[in-house]
């Protein structure tokens, strides 16, 4: 393949069916076992030592999720299981945990993976190439016409997939963030608007000894900003929360989400706020500015 016109370079892997087992749980799983050194998988080591020198040592790589489900914690052993070695079962040491978000890998050096296949020599069942974007269905052809090919897979077309479904997730929280801030003006103009409606004798009497209309809007509105600032860090935080906790049920061994809020969110949010209180505030103000003085005065509270 190396030969191959488009190809620039060729790295293996061997797939394993296996069954990992720590503290009386059992996880089934296929483990990747790699030369230290390749290349074609990024690593994004959260706990631990990098994932080449991880490899090098013989130990084996885990995403949270299946670390969290053995309960294990970095340098604990495990026992793996292969259809390959029924008769006994081997311990590894898990020495690293790498966040993954597609799928739930489980990566070994090749050396520990051909102790799982009772291999007498290096083997592999997995290519991975580097090759000319221009000759990609062409030798997309060619592997499918190799001998024992099951499945080719062309990682642009697999991102395409991944940022049309991140594409429809972006309209369903735009359609969600919509109805928050629809909600917010709601729940803001009623609250306005009775804290209004309770003092419209005290407006009315200050309107009544020379209080300006402008000069009572500005009142108004400051206190509204004061409650604003108490409300809004109190927001924030429970909007972190409910993210983290929403990407979480919706995490399987297939995704893993993960909430992360960027610093322009934090100013997008407080920012929309404010313009969803000021124009909430809109109503009441014009109602003020609209007091009949000699009957707002007559009201009993």
């Known amino acids: 393949m190396k030969s191959w016109k488009g190809v620039k370079k060729v790295q293996p892997a061997l797939a394993i069916p296996a069954e990992l087992k720590a503290n009386g749980k059992k996880h ?26 991880a490899l090098e040592r013989g130990g084996i790589i885990l995403p949270p999720a299946i670390a969290d489900k053995l309960e294990l914690e970095v340098n604990d052993s495990l026992k793996i299981e ?63 016409e190799l001998p024992g090919a099951t ?26 963030l919509a109805f928050a801030f629809a909600v917010a003006f709601v729940v803001v103009y009623t609250t306005f608007t009775a804290n209004v409606l309770e003092r419209l004798r005290e407006i009315a009497t200050m309107r009544t000894i020379g209080e300006d209309h402008w000069h009572l809007a500005l009142i108004i509105t400051l206190e509204n ?19 983290s906790a929403l990407f979480e049920a919706m995490s399987t061994e297939v995704y893993t989400l993960k909430g992360v809020m960027y610093t322009q969110s934090y100013f997008w949010v407080v920012g929309s706020v404010l ?12 109602r003020i500015f609209r007091l009949d003085l000699a009957q707002a005065t007559k009201i009993i509270e």
């Open 28 to 53: 089934e799983t296929a483990i990747t076992a790699i030369e230290p050194g390749a290349t074609f998988h990024g690593f994004d080591i959260s706990e631990g030592p990098e994932a080449k020198t």
């Open 151 to 176: 499945s080719v897979m062309i990682k642009q077309k697999l991102i395409s997939q991944l940022e049309e479904m991140m594409e429809f997730a972006d309209v369903f929280y735009g359609i969600m």
């Open 225 to 243: 900003l004061l409650l604003a600032l108490v409300g809004i860090p109190i927001g924030l935080w429970l909007g972190i929360q409910t993210t």
């Open 82 to 144: 292969t259809p390959y070695i029924k008769d006994r079962e081997l311990i590894f040491r898990f020495f690293a945990i790498s966040e993954e978000m597609l799928g739930a890998p489980v990566f070994i050096g090749v050396e520990q993976g051909q102790k799982l296949m009772r291999a007498p020599s290096a083997t592999y069942n997995i290519l991975y190439l580097d090759v000319d974007p221009q000759e990609a269905q062409e030798i997309k052809k060619k592997l499918y």
């Open 275 to 286: 313009i969803v209180l000021l124009l909430s505030e809109i109503p009441p103000v014009r």
